[in-house]
């Protein structure tokens, strides 16, 4: 179920920026690996509203919020590899989540 949630019990707080790609951009492609195209759009669906919920506690967090878009970003286009703090979302579509992921939450809630 895509839905779940697993919590640890650490230290409530922001990660490295690299924590945040590798966690998103290896859940996609986890799960477009194994539950095909239509389990891989779910799994996309999930990603993006975890990474909108991350950007919204992310104020003054800005290489967080970067490599979290990034490792969505590069999930879905199948991008594997090593971090690189320079490879990017698309400067219009970042803006566009950072600016308001309350929003493309709810809208996501909708699809």
Do not use: C
Request: charged share 25%; aromatic share 10%.
């Amino acid at each position: 179920d895509f839905a779940s949630e697993v919590h640890h019990q650490a230290k409530p707080g922001i990660r490295q920026p690299h924590g945040y790609y590798y966690m998103n951009r290896n859940a996609v492609l986890l799960w477009r690996k194994h539950v095909g195209p239509v389990g891989g759009l779910r799994a996309v669906v999930a990603v993006a509203n975890r990474t909108l919920r991350d950007l919204e506690r992310f104020a003054g967090h800005e290489r967080q919020a970067d490599a979290a878009l990034a490792g969505l970003w590069d999930g879905i286009r199948g991008v594997a590899g090593p971090y690189h703090p320079d490879r990017r979302m698309p400067a219009p579509l970042a803006r566009l989540l950072k600016r308001w992921p309350a929003f493309f939450r709810k809208l996501l809630d909708w699809l």
